[in-house]
C-alpha cells in the first residue's frame, strides 16, 4: 500500500523557473501570430493591395497586439537563443566550445540578419 | 531548529502529515544527520533511505524546503528557518520519506544502460583515448539519485516519460566507442526524447553535474537527423 498524491493543476506557479518555462512556451503563440502577420503583409504586397493592410495594421487592436506580440517574440528568442548550447556541442580537435561562445554567435547572427533585412528595406 | 518531517504511515494515514522535531542547531550537521538524530533517540519509526553520506550512493534524496536534494549533503546552516523535509516528488510514497523507486528502474532497463557489444568476444581490454573517455564521462557520472526525476515537471504529470537519468545514462553508452548498441527506438518516441519540453531543471537539481537536459537535446538532434537521413548510423 503506498500514497501517490493527487495531480497538482498548478504545478508551474511552484518554482519560478517551471513559471519562465511555461511563459516561454506560451509566447510560441505570438510566434505563430507573427507568422501570420507576415504572410498576410506578403500576400497584400503580391496583391498590391498594402494600402488596405496597412489601414488595418494601424487600427489600435492590431497596434497593441504587435506591441505585446514584439515583446513575447523577443523573449522567446532571447530564452530560445540561450538555451541553445544545451542542443549544440561543438567540438575542435578536442577543445570543447564554450557556451558563451555558442550563445554570442547566436546573437551575433541575429542582429547580422536583423541589421540586412533593415539595409535592404531602408 | 525545527525539522518539519512529512510521515506516512501506511493503514494510519490517510495522507501524509507534518510532524515537527526539535534537533541540535549544529555547523557540521548535514539534514540526515538530523533525521538520523531522530531516529536514533527521538522517534525511531521515522523511515528514509540513506547510505554512504557521501553523495555517492543517491540513496538519500528528499524535498528540502520543496528543493530535490540530497540530504546528505544539504547541511543545517543552509537554512535560517523550520526545514521542510518531504518525500521525493514524483513517486509513490511506501512509508514517511521512502518512496517506490520501482518505475525508475523500470524506465532505467528500457535504454539497455551497459555496453552492448556483437561478434567476437575481445582478446583483450579496450583501449580508449582520452577524447573517448571525454566523449562520455560526463553522464557516466550519474548516481541514479533521481533528483532530476522529481525536478521534471513533466515526469511528474506523465510517469510514462523515460526521464532524464535514463536517457542520459543511455547517451553514457550511446558515446562510448566501445558500445555498440542501438537505443533508437526506445529514445526517439514520444515517451522519449520527444517528451521532453526542455524546462531544465534536472540539469539544476543534479547533483553530480550530470547535465542530463544537455544529452536529451543532443539525442533529440542526433534522432532527428536520422530520421531524415536513413542511411545514417547512430554515431552521426
Request: net charge negative; proline share 6%; glycine share 6%.
Amino acid at each position: 500500500m503506498s500514497y501517490s498524491p493527487p495531480r497538482d493543476r498548478l504545478w508551474f506557479l511552484r518554482r519560478r523557473a517551471y513559471l519562465v518555462f511555461v511563459l516561454r512556451e506560451l509566447t510560441s503563440l505570438f510566434v505563430a501570430w507573427s507568422a501570420v502577420y507576415l504572410i498576410l503583409l506578403l500576400d497584400a504586397f503580391a496583391d498590391g493591395a498594402l494600402p488596405a493592410f496597412w489601414d488595418w495594421a494601424g487600427t489600435p487592436w492590431v497596434l497593441a497586439l504587435n506591441v505585446v506580440a514584439l515583446a513575447a517574440v523577443t523573449f522567446h528568442a532571447v530564452t530560445f537563443l540561450n538555451l541553445a548550447p544545451k542542443a549544440t556541442v561543438i567540438r575542435l580537435d578536442g577543445w570543447r566550445v564554450p557556451d558563451f561562445m555558442i550563445v554570442g554567435g547566436n546573437f551575433s547572427a541575429w542582429l547580422a540578419v536583423s541589421a540586412l533585412i533593415l539595409w535592404v528595406l531602408w | 531548529m525545527i525539522l518539519r518531517v512529512s510521515r506516512y504511515r501506511p493503514g494510519v494515514d490517510a495522507e501524509p502529515v507534518f510532524q515537527d522535531y526539535e534537533v541540535p542547531d549544529r555547523d557540521d550537521w548535514a539534514i540526515l544527520d538530523a533525521l538520523n538524530h531522530i531516529k536514533d533517540t527521538v522517534d525511531g519509526t521515522l523511515s528514509f533511505r540513506w547510505s554512504c553520506r557521501m553523495g555517492i550512493c543517491g540513496s538519500c534524496g528528499m524535498t528540502v524546503n520543496g528543493e530535490p536534494k540530497l540530504t546528505c549533503g544539504t547541511f543545517l546552516t543552509d537554512f535560517t528557518g523550520p526545514v521542510t523535509v518531504e518525500p521525493l516528488r514524483g513517486f509513490a510514497v511506501i512509508r514517511d520519506l521512502v518512496v517506490d523507486i520501482d518505475p525508475f528502474l523500470a524506465n532505467l532497463s528500457k535504454v539497455t544502460p551497459w555496453l552492448v557489444r556483437e561478434g567476437e568476444e575481445p582478446a583483450s581490454e579496450f583501449a580508449q583515448t582520452p577524447e573517448q573517455l571525454e566523449a562520455y564521462k560526463q553522464y557516466s557520472m550519474c548516481i541514479n539519485c533521481m533528483l532530476c526525476y522529481s525536478a521534471c515537471p513533466v515526469y511528474v504529470l506523465n510517469p510514462d516519460f523515460l526521464g532524464p537519468a535514463a536517457i542520459a545514462l543511455a547517451q553514457r553508452y550511446n558515446l562510448d566507442s566501445r558500445d555498440m548498441g542501438d537505443r533508437f527506438d526506445v529514445l526517439s518516441s514520444e515517451e522519449g526524447v520527444w517528451g521532453c519540453t526542455f524546462v531544465g531543471e534536472c540539469t539544476s537539481a543534479c547533483p553530480k553535474h550530470v547535465d542530463p537536459a544537455e544529452a536529451i537535446q543532443r539525442y533529440k538532434l542526433t534522432a532527428a537527423l536520422r530520421s531524415v537521413l536513413p542511411f545514417s548510423r547512430r554515431r552521426s
